[in-house]
Nanobody, 130 residues
Framework: VQLQASGGGLVQAGGSLRLSCAAS????????IGWFRQAPGKEREGVSC????????YYSDSVKGRFTVSRDIAKNTVYLQMNSLKPEDTAVYYC????????????????????????WGQGTQVTVSS
């Protein structure tokens, strides 16, 4: 599985961005797609995920109500719509896939830790200015 994340950039606080995660394969090879972010000096944290079988979505408390994850099955692409951005959302954002069906996301328990996901995209920088 190859993942390509894109769509990052510089935006003012209160603005919006939409990230894309294009997968080289889908459906039977991917059980869930997760979005993670890592700010300088901080641990990589999960922010959202979506399951492949029924499209269930999950969010961390820090982004709930502001971010929306969605998918376009025909395009093998998952999106992360980010609204009402804050300076603390500044980070490198990564998409990752669960190809084993073992993630917390796939079993409907939330985004889960990074170890739940076994394939990672290269990351895209999101910078929110105050």
């Amino acid at each position: 599985v190859q993942l390509q994340a894109s769509g990052g950039g510089l935006v003012q606080a209160g603005g919006s961005l939409r990230l894309s995660c294009a997968a080289s394969t889908f459906r039977s090879d991917i059980y869930a797609i997760g979005w993670f972010r890592q700010a300088p000096g901080k641990e990589r944290e999960g922010v959202s995920c979506i399951t492949s079988n029924d499209g269930s979505t999950y969010y961390s408390d820090s982004v709930k109500g502001r971010f929306t994850v969605s998918r376009d099955i025909a395009k093998n692409t998952v999106y992360l719509q980010m609204n009402s951005l804050k300076p603390e959302d500044t980070a490198v954002y990564y998409c990752a896939s669960d190809s084993r069906g073992l993630s917390q996301c796939f079993i409907h328990r939330g985004v889960g830790p990074r170890d739940d996901y076994d394939y990672w995209g290269q990351g895209t920088q999101v910078t929110v200015s105050s």
